[in-house]
Structure formats: structure tokens, C-alpha cells
């Protein structure tokens, strides 16, 4: 069983710019989380979806964000007019649903994004 | 509001010494989960551990124990004879658990372990 992948891994860009990335979850998750890390930092709650819907979005994720997961399976974040801001560690995880409380999110390796 | 606090910023001990990581946590839940996550250079978080706060039985899996106690709202993470392979920054993370929610993550800001040999 694959892991959770992301593309790119690295991506740099200069200011203004549109960037889209993309999360491909484990399979069989239906739970998809997006977070952002910046350096010397945790982890910080960006979005989530179950299954197609987005069922929660942080106050972090301003008007220039957006994100999608067509059908329930992969998923994408488009940033709009990049600020240098931006520039982070986007982290997606999945999941998938018990009825036993929260199940360990397995993570990605990462999209860093630096914009210029 | 919820809260996860790692005190400790950076630890440095020599290969077979044991450490002790903290994390003290806030939270107006009365159900909740709290996380251990390991990050290593490479950067991919690998989940270590999962406990829910009606638990507070220790846990120990290998070099690695951690202790839970509600009291004093804190989940500490011991490995035991440490190697240079623990090197990484470990998170401690809460979770809600009430019905609907949706489980986000609450981090830490990380604990950097640096292992000497």
C-alpha cells in the first residue's frame, strides 16, 4: 500500500503568481487534511475534507486560497496571488473514519513553497 | 481553546543516554486524543502514538514509553538508551473527539533531539 504523495515537492515562485498543488491520499481514507509548516513550527490546520466535501476551513486560509477534492480522492490547494507570506511547508494527511475516536493521520513528505 | 505546549525547544544527550520530551495540554474537552508525531531531517512526519483521555494506563513499545496524566494535563515521551537514529523533532498534537468534528491536528511547536554518538 502506497503512502500519501504530494506534488511537486518543491516549488518556487515569484510574487502575484497562482500556485496549484496536489495530495494523492491513501485509498481507502476518506478523511483529507491540509496544514501548513513554517520553520520552527508545528503544524498548523488549514482545511478538511470527507470524502468530496469541505467540511472545515481554518481562518489562515484567507480569499486566495482554495481547495478541491473531486470525487473524494486526490485532493488540490491553489494559493492566488502569492505573497511572500506564503512561503511554508503545505502538508496534506489522510485518514480514514472509526467509530473510535480520531485515527492517526498519516502525513506526506510535503509540497515547500517559496515564493520570491 | 485548545493548546499543546512543548517547552523544551532543543535537547541535546550523548548515544544510551535515556530523554524525557513534555508536552502540557489544554483543553475544555472531556474527550480528547493527544498525538506523538516524529519528524526526521527527511521531513515526513511518521506517527508514533495515539491515546484517548480515558486511558491514562502508561504505554511502552521498545526504547519508548510514554506517560499520560490527566492532572496535570500532560503526555510525556521518554526513550530509553537513545541512538543517533532518534535525531529528529518530535510534535505532540491534540484532537477533538466529539461526535461531527472533524479531528484536526493541534501541534506543538516540536522538540528538536539531537543525539550524539
Known amino acids: 500500500d502506497t503512502g500519501v504523495s504530494q506534488d511537486p515537492r518543491h516549488k518556487i515562485t515569484k510574487r502575484g503568481q497562482n500556485v496549484t498543488f496536489r495530495c494523492d491520499p491513501i485509498?481507502?481514507?476518506?478523511?483529507l487534511y491540509w496544514y501548513r509548516q513554517t520553520l520552527g513550527q508545528g503544524p498548523e490546520f488549514l482545511t478538511y475534507?470527507?470524502?468530496?466535501?469541505?467540511?472545515?476551513k481554518s481562518r489562515l486560509l484567507s480569499d486566495r486560497f482554495s481547495a478541491e477534492r473531486p470525487k473524494g480522492s486526490f485532493s488540490t490547494l491553489e494559493i492566488q496571488r502569492t505573497e511572500q507570506g506564503d512561503s511554508a511547508m503545505y502538508l496534506c494527511?489522510?485518514?480514514?473514519?472509526?467509530?473510535?475516536?480520531?485515527?492517526?493521520?498519516?502525513f506526506g513528505p510535503g509540497t515547500r513553497l517559496t515564493v520570491l | 481553546a485548545q493548546k499543546v505546549t512543548q517547552a523544551q525547544t532543543e535537547i541535546s544527550v550523548v548515544e544510551k543516554e535515556d530523554v524525557t520530551l513534555d508536552c502540557v495540554y489544554e483543553?475544555?474537552?472531556?474527550?480528547?486524543?493527544l498525538f506523538w508525531y516524529k519528524q526526521p531531517p527527511s521531513g515526513e512526519l511518521v506517527f508514533l502514538i495515539r491515546?484517548?483521555?480515558?486511558?491514562?494506563q502508561n504505554e511502552i513499545s521498545g526504547r519508548y514509553s510514554w506517560n499520560f496524566q490527566k492532572s496535570t494535563s500532560s503526555f510525556n515521551f521518554t526513550i530509553t538508551a537513545s541512538q543517533v537514529v532518534d535525531s529528529a523533532v518530535y510534535f505532540c498534537?491534540?484532537?477533538?473527539?466529539?461526535?461531527?468534528?472533524?479531528?484536526?491536528?493541534?501541534f506543538g511547536t516540536g522538540t528538536l533531539l539531537a543525539v550524539q554518538p
Open positions: 483543553t475544555r474537552d472531556t474527550t480528547y486524543y
Open positions: 485509498s481507502e481514507h476518506n478523511r
Open positions: 498534537a491534540l484532537s477533538e473527539a466529539r461526535g461531527g468534528a472533524t479531528n484536526k491536528l493541534i
Open positions: 494527511a489522510s485518514s480514514h473514519t472509526s467509530g473510535q475516536g480520531p485515527n492517526e493521520q498519516f
Open positions: 475534507f470527507q470524502n468530496e466535501a469541505q467540511l472545515e
Open positions: 491515546r484517548n483521555s480515558f486511558d491514562e
